[in-house]
C-alpha cells in the first residue's frame, strides 16, 4: 500500500491538478514546496487564531491589516531573495518557490486591501477617496496593481503568450513595487520607524546584489556579497540618522552614536547587517564544500 501510494504522487498530476502549487514544474507532488506553501501560511493563519481570540486589541480589524502589511513586504523581500539564495547557497531547486512566494504576496496585499475595507465598515466611496487624497494609500495601492499584474500573468500560459521579453519586462516591476512599498511603510508607520528601515536596508542589499551580478560577465567574487552587507548597514544607519534629523531635528550624531550603545538595543542598522552578512557567509561556506555531482 505504501509503495502504491509513493508512485502515486511520483506520477505526473493531470489536467487542472498540474497548476496546484504544491506540484513541481513536471506536475509531480511536491513535499518540499507543499512545506513551503504551508509556512507561508502560517503568518495569516497565527493573525487569525489572534484575531478571533480577541488578541489584536480594541481595533483588532485595524491591527490585522497592519501586521498583514507587514508580511506582504516581508514576502515581497523575500521573493526577491528566492535568486541570491539560489545562487550563493547552489541551490537551483529554491527557483520552484519564486512564484508561490511572490504569489502569496499578492494575496496578503490583497487581503490587506480588504481589511482596509473593512476597517472602513466596506464604505467604497470613502476608500477610494482616501487612496486618492492620502499619498500613501496611493502609493500602495500603486505597489498592489503591480502586484495584482504580476500575479495573472504568474502562470507558464501568460508567458507564453506575452512572449519572453514582454513578460520578463512586466514582471521586472517588481523591484519600483518594492520600493513603493517600503516608501508606504515609512509613511504609515507612526510610533518607531525602525521595522521600515531594516526593510529599507535589505532591499538596499538585494538590490545592489543585482546590480552587480547585472554588471558582471562571471559570477560575483565571494568577499563582494559580505561587502555589500557592511554597506546596507552602513547605509541604513546614515538612512536613519538623517530621518531623524529632518522629522524631529534629533542630532545625526546622536542617532549614530545609539548604534553603538549597547543599551539602545538591536539598532536596525546591525540587524541589517547581520541578516545579510549571514547570507553572505552561509554562500562563502557552500562555496568551499565540495560541489554535487
Same mark, same amino acid.
Given at each position: 500500500?505504501?509503495?502504491?501510494?509513493?508512485?502515486?504522487?511520483?506520477?505526473?498530476?493531470?489536467?487542472?491538478?498540474?497548476?496546484?502549487?504544491?506540484? @513541481?514544474?513536471?506536475? =509531480?507532488?511536491?513535499?518540499?514546496? *507543499?512545506?513551503?506553501?504551508?509556512?507561508?501560511? +502560517?503568518?495569516?493563519?497565527?493573525?487569525?487564531? =489572534?484575531?478571533?481570540? &480577541?488578541?489584536? &486589541?480594541?481595533?483588532?480589524?485595524?491591527?490585522?491589516?497592519? $501586521?498583514?502589511?507587514?508580511?506582504?513586504?516581508?514576502?515581497?523581500?523575500?521573493?526577491?531573495?528566492?535568486?541570491?539564495?539560489?545562487?550563493?547557497?547552489?541551490?537551483?531547486? *529554491?527557483?520552484?518557490?519564486?512564484?508561490?512566494?511572490?504569489?502569496? !504576496?499578492?494575496? #496578503?496585499?490583497?487581503?490587506?486591501?480588504?481589511?482596509?475595507?473593512?476597517?472602513?465598515?466596506? @464604505?467604497?466611496?470613502?476608500?477610494?477617496?482616501?487612496?486618492?487624497?492620502?499619498? #500613501?494609500?496611493?502609493?500602495?495601492?500603486?505597489?498592489?496593481?503591480?502586484?495584482?499584474?504580476? !500575479? +495573472?500573468?504568474?502562470?507558464?500560459?501568460?508567458? /507564453?503568450?506575452?512572449?519572453? /521579453?514582454?513578460?520578463?519586462?512586466?514582471?521586472?516591476?517588481?523591484?519600483?513595487?518594492?520600493?513603493?512599498?517600503?516608501?508606504?511603510?515609512?509613511?504609515?508607520?507612526?510610533?518607531?520607524?525602525? $521595522?521600515?528601515?531594516?526593510?529599507?536596508?535589505?532591499?538596499?542589499?538585494?538590490? !545592489?546584489?543585482?546590480?552587480?551580478?547585472?554588471?558582471? =560577465?562571471?559570477?560575483?567574487?565571494?568577499?563582494?556579497?559580505?561587502?555589500?552587507?557592511?554597506?546596507?548597514?552602513?547605509?541604513?544607519?546614515?538612512? $536613519?540618522?538623517? #530621518?531623524?534629523?529632518?522629522?524631529?531635528?534629533?542630532?545625526?550624531?546622536?542617532?549614530?552614536?545609539?548604534?553603538?550603545?549597547?543599551?539602545?538595543?538591536?539598532?536596525?542598522?546591525?540587524?541589517?547587517?547581520?541578516?545579510?552578512?549571514?547570507? !553572505?557567509?552561509?554562500?562563502?561556506?557552500?562555496?568551499?564544500?565540495?560541489?554535487?555531482?
Amino acid at each position: 500500500m505504501f509503495d502504491a501510494t509513493t508512485s502515486a504522487l511520483r506520477r505526473p498530476a493531470s489536467g487542472w491538478l498540474r497548476a496546484m502549487p504544491w506540484c @513541481d514544474g513536471a506536475g =509531480r507532488f511536491s513535499a518540499f514546496k *507543499l512545506i513551503a506553501l504551508i509556512l507561508l501560511c +502560517v503568518p495569516a493563519a497565527m493573525i487569525a487564531v =489572534r484575531y478571533a481570540d &480577541g488578541a489584536l &486589541g480594541p481595533r483588532a480589524i485595524n491591527a490585522a491589516l497592519h $501586521e498583514i502589511g507587514n508580511w506582504t513586504l516581508r514576502l515581497m523581500l523575500l521573493s526577491l531573495a528566492v535568486r541570491p539564495a539560489r545562487t550563493l547557497l547552489q541551490w537551483p531547486r *529554491l527557483m520552484q518557490l519564486r512564484r508561490m512566494v511572490g504569489v502569496t !504576496a499578492f494575496v #496578503y496585499a490583497a487581503a490587506h486591501l480588504l481589511l482596509y475595507m473593512a476597517d472602513e465598515a466596506f @464604505d467604497l466611496q470613502k476608500v477610494a477617496s482616501e487612496i486618492v487624497l492620502r499619498i #500613501y494609500l496611493t502609493i500602495g495601492f500603486v505597489a498592489l496593481l503591480v502586484l495584482t499584474a504580476m !500575479a +495573472v500573468t504568474s502562470t507558464d500560459g501568460m508567458a /507564453r503568450r506575452l512572449g519572453g /521579453r514582454r513578460w520578463r519586462l512586466l514582471h521586472q516591476l517588481v523591484y519600483g513595487a518594492a520600493l513603493l512599498s517600503v516608501i508606504h511603510f515609512f509613511m504609515q508607520t507612526k510610533v518607531t520607524v525602525d $521595522e521600515p528601515w531594516i526593510m529599507a536596508g535589505l532591499f538596499a542589499w538585494l538590490m !545592489a546584489w543585482r546590480a552587480a551580478v547585472w554588471r558582471a =560577465r562571471s559570477g560575483l567574487p565571494d568577499w563582494l556579497p559580505a561587502a555589500f552587507a557592511v554597506g546596507a548597514g552602513i547605509a541604513t544607519a546614515l538612512g $536613519e540618522s538623517v #530621518y531623524y534629523w529632518i522629522k524631529l531635528g534629533v542630532s545625526p550624531g546622536m542617532v549614530l552614536a545609539a548604534n553603538l550603545d549597547s543599551a539602545a538595543g538591536s539598532r536596525p542598522a546591525w540587524v541589517v547587517a547581520a541578516i545579510c552578512l549571514g547570507f !553572505a557567509m552561509a554562500g562563502i561556506v557552500r562555496n568551499r564544500l565540495p560541489q554535487r555531482s
